[in-house]
């Protein structure tokens, strides 16, 4: 059983930051891509960050939050951040961690609960 957790989340105003992370444990392998979503009401959940080890670490952004925002991991954690900055009103919305693991040729995804960011303008 693996469990995912996000932390962080919460109001803030136009232009301020935040930081999510998210956690694993239980029966998790070795991670090697981390990402966060994002849902909002009556959308599909979208890709915001990832960051992908069998890619030399490469971080890749969606275009709405390249320069604002940074993907980062602590291997020795098995943790996940995303450091948002200069947030607007449109970043509102329920972020999601998901992580990709695997075991010889078994790979295996997760998903956390989500947390929920509002920024108020």
């Known amino acids: 059983q693996v469990r995912v957790v996000e932390s962080g989340g919460g109001l803030v105003q136009s232009g301020g930051s935040m930081r999510l992370s998210c956690a694993a444990s239980g029966s998790i392998f070795t991670v090697y891509y981390m990402a966060w979503y994002r849902q909002t009401p009556g959308t599909q959940r979208e890709l915001v960050a990832a960051?992908?080890?069998?890619?030399?670490?490469?971080?890749q952004y969606d275009g709405s939050v390249r320069g604002r925002f940074i993907i980062s991991r602590d291997n020795t954690k098995g943790t996940v951040y995303l450091q948002m900055n200069n947030l607007k009103p449109e970043d509102t919305a329920v972020y999601y961690c998901?992580?990709?693991?695997?075991?010889?040729?078994?790979?295996?995804?997760?998903w956390g609960q989500g947390t929920q960011v509002t920024v108020s303008s």
């Open positions: 998901y992580l990709r693991d695997r075991l010889g040729d078994s790979e295996y995804t997760h």
């Open positions: 960051i992908d080890r069998d890619r030399g670490g490469l971080a």
